[in-house]
Each structure stands twice: as C-alpha cells, then as structure tokens.
C-alpha cells in the first residue's frame, strides 16, 4: 500500500506557513525602519561632535551658505581642508537601504540637514516654538541637525514638513517617536551642542 499526505494534511500545512509568513514579513520592514532611524541618530551624534570639535578650532560652528536657509551641504565645511570628517554622510532615510531598492518613489540620496542659528542672532540661538505639532528641545542650542523620519520617506505621497523654519531664526518641530507608531510622523533630531 502506498503513503503519502492527504489533501487536508497539506492545505493545513501550507495554511501554517501562510500564517507564519504574515507575521514575520511586518516584523522585517518595522526592522528596516527601525534600524534606519538608529543609524540616523548615530549619524547625527557624530556630525555634531565634528560640529563641536570644528567650533574649537574656528570659534564658530560652521556657516550656512545663505544666512537663515537649512542645507546640508554646508556641512561640507568639516571634510575639507581640515578633516573633521572623513566622509559627509548621507541622510539614512533617502538611500535605498532604508526605502528599498523597488520603492516606487525615488529619492535622490541627500546628506543631513544642517541649521546654523546663532548666524542670525548670536545671543538667541535657536528659538523653538511651540506650536500644535512641534515639541520642545530644552536649553540654549546653536544649531540644530536632522534627518528626515520614516513618515517622510516610506509613504508613497510626502509628509507634511516636520521642520519649519520661521523669520528670525525661529523653528517649529515634530519629533520623531517610535511609540507612536514604527512609521509615525515627525524628523530625528540633534541638537548641537
């Protein structure tokens, strides 16, 4: 007599592996996000320690190239002629690891953004302000870096901007916070110093 399974043992079997499939799947791209928002936060550190060491050095932190605006590449500063970095890096968020080599919508990888406020009004520094979506950073801050959250990058439609940059060096943030949700809105933060 010959053995083998039945219709029913296999439906079960191929049922389990369904079942096991859909939980580990979600599990694996919270990870993706999750390490690309750790990867943003040890970034960031480093970038403002070579912000701190590079303010030894020149008694400044390193200028935007148009007073007042954000912009990354002016952290260019720190790699050359004086390496306080080796390399800049690029925001976490808008590379294809963290997104996905098949995501539909392309991003262009960027390095982090880089806010000098003490450049607009040396005795103010950066002035946060409170609004319905933005969160407090306590204490004096110089400059403010950050990288763009998962609720930018991930959907397939963009954010809202989570930072905004008002007259006088003002700013309105929303923080990043995993408890939210993996995929919650907001940018990661890192105040210098």
């Not at 439906?11 to 592996?17: K, L, W």
């Not at 008694?59 to 004086?82: F, Q, V």
């Not at 763009?148 to 060096?169: F, K, N, V, W």
């Amino acid at each position: 007599m010959r053995r083998a399974f039945t219709y029913v043992e296999l439906t079960i079997v191929v049922a389990i592996m369904a079942i096991l499939a859909a939980i580990a799947i979600p599990n694996f791209m919270e990870a993706r996000t999750r390490a690309g928002v750790s990867r943003s936060n040890a970034d960031l550190s480093m970038l403002a320690m070579s912000c701190e060491t590079y303010r030894l050095e020149n008694r400044a932190y390193p200028l935007n190239s148009t007073s007042g605006k954000p912009n990354g590449w002016d952290l260019r500063a720190l790699t050359t002629p004086i390496q306080y970095l080796s390399w800049l890096p690029m925001d976490s968020m808008t590379t294809e690891d963290a997104r996905g080599h098949q995501h539909e919508r392309r991003m262009t990888p960027a390095p982090y953004t880089y806010f000098n406020a003490i450049q607009l009004d040396p005795k103010q520094g950066l002035q946060l302000v409170p609004g319905p979506d933005s969160t407090d950073l306590p204490g004096f801050h110089a400059a403010l870096l950050w990288g763009l959250g998962p609720s930018s990058t991930l959907p397939m439609q963009p954010a809202a901007p989570s930072t905004r940059i008002l007259e006088g060096g003002k700013v309105q943030i929303l923080v990043y916070d995993p408890t939210n949700g993996t995929v919650s809105l907001g940018d990661v933060y890192q105040p210098v110093p």
